[in-house]
């Protein structure tokens, strides 16, 4: 009676409790032990402490070849030798396949050593509530160790995976690839990012998988590789609304000068600017309504977004912007075709445009180079409109 007794009061207490006799087997391991460890009673009793060495060379603790190099058995050892209690902190033990770091108080009572693990119910509840908190996460994490399989993965990696996250742990991409728990495409991507983190130490891209934009980074950790992908979908969404015009569908002014600005910071070489004007629009708007010109807008809006060879915007009300990387002769052609299907449109009355376009000389600011277009554009309206100039 009085060992059960015993027994629940050592249950009840908030520090992980294991006794050991004499010849250091193990006697008893609290409840919080037992939760910490995933472990029941009877697959405690009798191992000590299971460790990676006494699982690979299949023998119970203090029978290894390296038990010398031991910080827990040495600070028992030293325990029996002086009986002064010894502490450790920051022991490294690993929990479900997790390498957490804990304290540890060691003292002797008569015939037992006592090892009592310092607030093992609170980290324990601590990794429970992290790994919860992980699972709701929209981010996608996962870690993979030194030959990369993977130790650790949340709910949204699995559902991304399309498998269990038991499942996934100890497979490395080839095995899950084998399983169709991953497409060859993703199975690339994560390739690609693992060849770069192993190489560099770490790996930042932005990748786009099943409609979904997702922002990877990657580093190297005790040998392995931490994943955390955050999912920016809805940020690529509300940036692209920002940089859309609303009537055309079109790139806005603002994304023209973003696209502008990288080409010159970049040495963005062989690019053409053209500025592009609807002919007569306010005459369209004042005799036939703000409808006729919307019209005319969206479908010139439609004729250069079906132009797969630039990037067009709209920067003004009746004005439009293109940059194309092209060689001379194929630019010309382009905006051959472009004026062949304004004229097949049989609008009444015609819609037709005027173009200046010029090469982006990087070597000049925005306002030069913009300025330079203009003026051809100011030109060919001179010259009666319907036609593109090209410098």
């Not at 977004?305 to 990387?325: M, Q, V």
Request: include cysteine; glycine fraction near 4%.
């Amino acid at each position: 009676m009085e060992d059960v007794i015993l027994s629940k009061l050592i249950d009840e207490q908030s520090n992980g409790i294991i006794v050991l006799n004499k010849d250091l087997v193990v006697l008893y391991a609290n409840k919080k032990v037992r939760e910490f460890f995933s472990s029941n009673i009877n697959q405690l009793l009798g191992n000590f402490v299971k460790c990676n060495n006494t699982i690979v060379e299949s023998c119970y603790c203090q029978q290894t070849s390296k038990c010398s190099e031991c910080i827990l058995n040495n600070a028992i050892r030293q325990l029996k030798e002086t009986n002064i209690k010894q502490i450790i902190d920051n022991l490294k033990f690993n929990s479900d396949g997790e390498y957490i770091n804990i304290s540890l108080k060691i003292s002797h009572e008569g015939d037992y050593i006592i090892l009592e693990f310092t607030d093992l119910c609170n980290l324990y509840e601590e990794i429970n509530f992290l790994s919860r908190m992980m699972d709701k996460s929209k981010d996608i994490m996962f870690f993979k160790d030194s030959n990369l399989k993977y130790k650790y993965a949340n709910q949204s990696c699995a559902d991304l995976f399309n498998c269990d996250k038991d499942e996934m742990l100890d497979k490395d991409d080839n095995e899950l690839l084998r399983l169709n728990c991953i497409d060859e495409l993703l199975y690339r991507k994560l390739k690609i990012g693992d060849i770069n983190t192993l190489k560099k130490g770490n790996y930042n891209h932005t990748i786009y998988y099943k409609e979904r934009h997702l922002n990877i980074s990657k580093e190297c950790i005790d040998g392995g590789i931490l994943c955390i992908a955050a999912d920016i979908t809805e940020e690529k969404k509300a940036n692209k609304r920002a940089e859309t015009d609303v009537l055309t569908g079109l790139n806005n002014r603002r994304k023209f000068i973003n696209d502008m600005d990288e080409i010159l910071k970049y040495d963005g070489n062989n690019f053409y600017l053209a500025l592009i004007d609807i002919d007569n629009l306010k005459y369209l708007n004042n005799n036939y309504g703000h409808l006729k010109g919307d019209e005319y807008l969206s479908k010139l809006g439609k004729i250069l977004e079906d132009t797969s060879k630039g990037r067009f915007y709209r920067i003004g009300g009746d004005e439009f912007a293109g940059l194309i990387r092209l060689k001379k002769n194929a630019l010309e052609s382009m905006f051959d075709d472009i004026f062949d299907t304004l004229k097949s449109l049989n609008c009444n009355p015609p819609l037709t445009i005027s173009v200046g376009i010029v090469l982006v000389d990087i070597n000049k600011t925005y306002i030069e180079n913009y300025k330079e277009a203009d003026n051809l554009l100011y030109e060919a309206k001179k010259k009666g409109k319907n036609r593109f100039i090209l410098s």
